[in-house]
């Protein structure tokens, strides 16, 4: 039985960020109840990749779900989710501050309905803060956390992480929080209300920065893919691409000129110890390397490495990593039927747990798949949801009375 099975939450989150969260929760085994806006739907449902009117990206973020489309400005839409709410043990939600409590489904409206509610929230800066009524997307996070300061070449711009880093992060985070949340209502009966903010998130990984300023009184800045006081330890320009190595011991300097045949570079008293390449690596190590290198295939170097304990590997496409032997054999990338867009290759559960895996069960719903289902659980008749269907308080894929 997966660990989350019988954990119901009610899912307010659309975009990446929360939606990433509630995902991971659904994979374990959490029954999870999208709320969405009927007639509209998550705003994942419109960015690319886009085939015909359905959102690849979209896919990824909301399989194993549920999907129910309401109007919750409508007191016969709120009327609904209070409902919902009575039963239910987690409320995750990643709105600009304020927007619930304008729905009236802020934690204290909805601790009132469910006293044992975990609520959990999800924004760019949090509940509080001088930020915290500030709206705050991925690239300006990463901006304001200082990770941009650390990525990129120290010729050129700050860059961004080629990822929407600050969304995936916060969203774990967010899973995170709420299995803590979890366990201390198992042991307490009580629930709580988290808070996570993207900019913490960010923050939170740039500790070897943080301990440079703090004791060395100079942060530093992008220092490329080079790795200060360690040489070779970088990407490198190969034949077809770039390869990346990673030589931080003397027995490790030895290995790599040896089983790349570079022994005129081993004999160089320029390179003789990590301090002598360090100090020389831009001016001419660096150019050693890739001047060998330009004969050789990315490939050739990673595999003449591995096994030699130096670390190297070729820098792939997203398209090689998804054909890797590795990733394969590990069933990272899972095979679904989604319902509009036929059979789809993404990452499956990442977390491996030998007694209670995780897995996808159902490809992403429709908008409003699930309403009919629901309502009639929570004690609507058929009749009722052809009314609130024909009104426009939900959207339903079923066919309703007219």
Known sequence: MKPLRGIKVID????????????????????VIKI?????GDLARYWEPMVGEDSGYYAFLNRNKKSIALN???????????RLIKDADVVCENFKLGSMERMGLDYETLKAVNPEIIYA??????????????????????????????????????TRVGAAFGDHLSGMYMAAAVNLAII???????????????????????????????????????SGNAYPSMAP???????????????????????FCEVLELQ?????????????????YYEYLKPDLENAFSSMSKFEIEDKLNGTGVSASAVRTVGEAMENEQIAERKVIREVEDKKLGKIRY????????????????????RGEDTGYYLRKIGYSDDDISSLSQTGIIETTEEVKL
């Not at 330890?233 to 290995?255: C, F, I, M, P």
Request: net charge negative; with cysteine.
């Open 264 to 280: 005129n570079l081993l004999n160089d008293e320029r390179y003789h110890t990590n301090e002598s390449r360090d100090k020389n």
């Open 347 to 366: 990452p499956g559960p990442v977390i491996k747990l030998s007694r209670t895996p995780g897995s996808i069960e159902t490809a992403a719903p429709l």
């Open 184 to 222: 201390n209502k198992m042991k307490t009966g009580k629930g709580q209300k988290v808070d996570i903010a993207i900019l913490d998130s960010l923050f939170s990984v740039l500790e070897e920065a943080q301990a440079t300023c703090e004791f060395k009184g100079s942060c530093g800045s992008r």
């Open 233 to 255: 330890y970088d990407t490198l320009k190969t034949r077809d691409g770039y390869v990346t190595v990673a030589v931080s011991t003397e027995k490790q300097w030895r290995s």
């Open 72 to 82: 919750a400005f409508e007191k016969e839409g709120k009327e609904i989710i209070y």
């Open 121 to 158: 929230s999800l924004n760019g800066f949090g509940q509080t803060g001088v930020m915290k009524d500030k709206i705050g997307l991925d690239i300006h996070l990463q901006a304001m956390s200082g990770i941009m300061d650390r990525t990129g070449f120290p010729d050129g711009p700050p």
């Open 12 to 31: 307010f989150t659309q975009a990446h960020a929360g939606s990433l969260a509630t995902m991971i929760l659904a994979d374990y085994g959490a029954e």
């Open 36 to 40: 969405e806006r009927a007639g509209v």
